[in-house]
């Protein structure tokens, strides 16, 4: 059943497809028609019957109209009937004004002298293969133009009984065939460039579906990270803001009083700004990691400006498990998003902190690494104990080893994720009584990030 709708719509959309294509090349051909219409009845105007020209005439000419008036009401309105009812009428109408060109040899039967009868067959030869063409979306349509005017002349050629009938009759025919085998395969290429067209919008659709997806997960778990600190946070603001307020009300209390020195009201106000700063510091961190974004933004930053959002987010955690962070980094330069990269950073040490919980003295070392081609950042924590089992699901979403309501198991694949989307490599090295080392490499010079710079610098 499932399959029948799915087919029902793909043949719902061709037809769609169809009526856009014809359409909107619907309006040349029509005024032509009615160019080449014209001038037929003006070259044998006086050669055949008046009353049969001039009828045929303006029927074709009526045909031609309506046609026109089809496709400027379908601009003006597309929705006013269904795709299926606006196919027929157009198609309708064009096999109505193929039949009247067809009926054109029966007129001129026994009628013309060789020079009139070249250019009438070079006229219906030209009417046959541009009607094919201009319809070669719709077979039945374009079979039909073709084929109806030429085997009427043949029939023509035949009651003639010229001495190169049979000849003319057999060039007719293979023109014919040659031209169905044309319609035929060039209307499988255009159905099969529109399903193969379908399938990279279903492909396209899917994977914009995925990095949306995968953009909330990153989100959800920017937020989660927050969460999770969210009490030590409050915590960490709450400290200074009360500092802060305290410095305040002992100002407030000083500038009243006529004996106070310049030197009190400085110190007052240098601890209260210090305190403010590093809310506001928090507070930035905050928003570097929590803000949402669609594409990551490369970016070049040094390890200090990592720094500014990592660590007043990240010693919150520190302090509350008692861990020592050690530092060894130098201030590199770095090519990525550094919002994202924070985040990184920060799931890495939050594992960290997770895996030597319990230890009597506990510790995480940041150290780098650079050459030319690529920075290290090295996370090294001192849980010797015991390495990491499944190292090959490591990375796969929802997977952890922490105990349940401890963890989502996102942190790391969406750390991977990111470091991947940037070029670079996450690598996790762990063995037995040798603890853990996490390395996240990144490209030290992003040829591309050059590429553009010298651009602008060209352009300035």
């Known amino acids: 059943m499932e399959k029948l709708v799915v087919k029902e719509k793909k043949q719902l959309t061709l037809i769609e497809n169809k009526l856009e294509t014809l359409m909107s090349g619907a309006l040349g051909p029509a005024i032509l028609g009615v160019i080449i219409c014209l001038f037929l009845t003006y070259y044998f105007f006086g050669v055949i019957d008046t009353v049969f020209i001039a009828s045929w005439s303006f029927l074709t000419l009526v045909g031609g109209g309506v046609r026109i008036f089809i496709k400027l009401n379908y601009d003006r309105n597309p929705n006013k009937y269904t795709a299926q009812k606006w196919l027929k009428l157009y198609l309708g109408t064009v096999n109505y004004v193929a039949a009247l060109w067809a009926l054109v040899p029966f007129f001129m039967i026994n009628l013309l002298n060789p020079s009139s009868e070249v250019f009438l067959i070079i006229l219906l030869l030209g009417m046959a293969s541009g009607g094919a063409i201009a319809f070669v979306a719709t077979k039945k349509t374009a079979i039909f133009y073709c084929t109806s005017i030429n085997v009427t002349y043949a029939i ?24 169905y085998k044309t319609i035929k395969q060039f209307n499988l290429m255009y159905e099969n460039a529109y399903f193969m067209g379908l399938e990279v919008k279903d492909k396209f659709e899917i994977e914009k579906e995925l990095q949306q997806q995968k953009i909330k997960d990153m989100q959800n778990a920017k937020l989660a990270s927050l969460g999770e ?16 307020l305290g410095k305040l009300n002992k100002l407030k209390k000083l500038l ?35 803000r949402i974004k669609d594409e990551a933004e490369s970016q070049q930053f040094s390890i200090t400006e990592l720094r500014s959002v990592v660590y007043p987010l990240i010693d919150i955690k520190l302090k509350t498990h008692d861990v020592e962070l050690i530092d ?23 594992n960290a ?23 290290e950042i090295i996370v090294m924590d001192s849980g010797f104990s015991a390495g990491i089992k499944d190292h090959d699901k490591i990375f796969d979403p929802f997977y952890t080893t922490k105990e349940p309501g401890k963890g989502t198991g996102l942190g790391l694949s969406i750390s991977h994720s990111i470091v991947q989307q940037h070029n670079g ?14 390395i996240v490499t990144f490209p030290y010079a992003d040829p591309h990030f050059e590429l553009t710079n010298s651009k602008s610098a060209g352009a300035s």
């Open 256 to 290: 009243s009083r006529p004996d106070t020195s310049t030197e009190d009201l400085k110190e007052i106000i240098n601890s209260a700004s210090s305190a403010n700063n590093r809310i506001a510091q928090i507070v930035s961190s905050m928003q570097n990691l929590s």
């Open 328 to 350: 060894n980094m130098t201030d590199s330069q770095l090519l990525s998003d550094k919002g994202e990269l924070s985040q990184v950073l920060i799931n890495l040490l939050k």
């Open 156 to 179: 023509k050629t035949l009651i003639e009984d010229k001495s190169n009938s049979y000849l003319i009759v057999m060039a007719a025919v293979i023109f014919v065939l040659l031209l």
């Open 425 to 438: 490599i996450l690598d996790i090295q762990s063995q037995e009584s040798q603890g853990t080392n996490v």
């Open 229 to 244: 600190m969210a009490a030590g946070i409050a915590h960490e603001i709450n400290n200074p803001l009360t500092v802060s």
């Open 353 to 375: 902190v997770d895996a030597i919980e319990g230890q009597s003295h506990k510790w995480i070392k940041l150290s780098t690494r650079e050459n030319d081609e690529f920075v």
